[in-house]
């Protein structure tokens, strides 16, 4: 019989169905802060630009139109990125299709290392998982520590944490990576949504930014997504920007594959991805929901990490007490080898206390060892929900949180 699980973990998101039917049973309602999948409708210009390109009899190319692919040019080269021509340019089928299959499309072999983030979305370690490569958490600031590997992934905005690589942190990776002939893989689909100085007024940096990798894009792939920008989460609309050879090798592999972004899709793309103005316009709406929550959340006596400094996430935990942490069983312990099963436990306490409350939020259990005393408190939920889940935070209070 054939294997059907690859190997893979758990689809972690399966964990919250018990905490999403709490949540639900709330007389006013769920308030689900939990998926961070957008809500706002997708700007009428997008729509109209999908209609217009409706007639779409051919098959699509893999290397996109070239209407999609100087959009792409441009925006990297707004965001101060190396120019990388069109070879170093391609549309994707959303961006964790990228992030999961470009160990394997760019040929990392069974029993090699990839280095993940350790604090992270999952699919990075699925990532090196299907290609039978052995995924290795890292601190994505600390180049110095990391062991050999044939990939690294970054990710700058991070999720869950908000967490921005400055340019000497990206210098270093890339500085580690070409001594070490590994391929950088950096997923900066949040870069559009800046929260704190210097990146509100200087911009989030990529990876291929001039200052980090002056102009030479090899061995370098940048990953983004217009799902968070644009409301484009079901159009699955998203790039690749980075070394031409690098995409040649992936566009060789996905021709046979047949990963092809629908024409109208690209079309659609080229639009959202030349229009600053409905950018701007959504970063409007979550930079005002984040401050809802935010005041929220620190009347209630929890902390936000002061890493969230971009993307669609408040990074929350309970406070500790003189190096000690507010453990799942109700008390503030110091972490030790004795009590280490109840500290990995407070994310999901945590979780609990909010489903009672009737909102949704996701533990940081789902996001490695590192992230296991925080919950993630998503802004892609309606004002009004916002309102209204800020609402309950603040009438529990700190008492509630603490108990």
């Not at 400094?309 to 453990?327: E, H, K, M, N, T």
Request: aromatic letters at 6%; a negative charge.
């Amino acid at each position: 019989m054939l294997p059907t699980t690859l190997g893979l973990p758990d689809f972690p998101w399966d964990k919250l169905a018990p905490a999403k039917a709490q949540a639900s049973a709330h007389p006013d309602g769920i308030c689900d802060l939990s998926v961070g999948t957008p809500v706002d409708p997708t700007p009428a210009l997008i729509q109209e630009a999908l209609k217009d390109a409706s007639d779409a009899p051919g098959y699509p190319t893999v290397v996109g139109t070239q209407e999609v692919r100087d959009a792409i040019r441009a925006w990297g080269a707004r965001r101060n990125m190396v120019d990388v021509g069109d070879k170093g340019v391609i549309p994707t089928i959303g961006s964790k299709e990228a992030v999961a299959w470009l160990p394997l499309l760019l040929g990392v072999q069974p029993g090699q290392s990839v280095l993940v983030p350790h604090v992270a979305y999952p699919t990075y370690d699925v990532g090196a998982r299907l290609a039978g490569a052995t995924p290795i958490p890292v601190d994505p600031t600390r180049p110095g520590t990391w062991p050999d590997a044939s990939l690294v992934y970054l990710n700058s905005p991070g999720n869950p944490d908000g967490h921005v690589l400055t340019i000497d942190e990206l210098v270093a990776a890339v500085e580690w990576a070409r001594a070490h002939k590994a391929v950088i893989v950096s997923d900066e689909c949040y870069a559009a949504l800046p929260w704190e100085e210097p990146y509100v007024t200087g911009g989030v940096p990529s990876v291929l930014d001039r200052r980090v990798c002056g102009e030479d894009p090899s061995g370098i792939i940048v990953l983004y997504s217009l799902s968070k920008q644009s409301n484009l989460a079901g159009y699955r609309a998203a790039l690749m920007y980075g070394d031409p050879a690098l995409i040649s090798a992936v566009v060789e592999v996905r021709k046979h594959a047949g990963m092809m972004v629908p024409a109208p899709v690209q079309h659609a793309m080229a639009v959202a991805l030349r229009d600053e103005a409905q950018v701007a316009e959504q970063y409007r709406l979550y930079a005002r929901r984040r401050e809802v929550l935010k005041e929220a959340v620190l009347s209630a006596g929890l902390l936000i990490d002061e890493v969230s400094a971009a993307g669609l996430y408040l990074w929350v935990r309970r406070p500790s007490v003189d190096g000690a942490v507010f453990s799942a069983s109700g008390r503030f312990e110091p972490t030790t080898r004795e009590n280490e099963e109840e500290v990995e436990g407070d994310s999901w306490a945590l979780v609990d206390l909010f489903a009672k409350a009737g909102i949704l939020v996701a533990p940081g259990a789902f996001y490695g060892d590192a992230a296991r005393d925080h919950v993630r408190i998503a802004l892609t939920a309606t004002d009004e929900r916002i309102d209204a889940a800020s609402a309950r935070i603040m009438e529990l209070g700190a008492d509630y949180f603490r108990a």
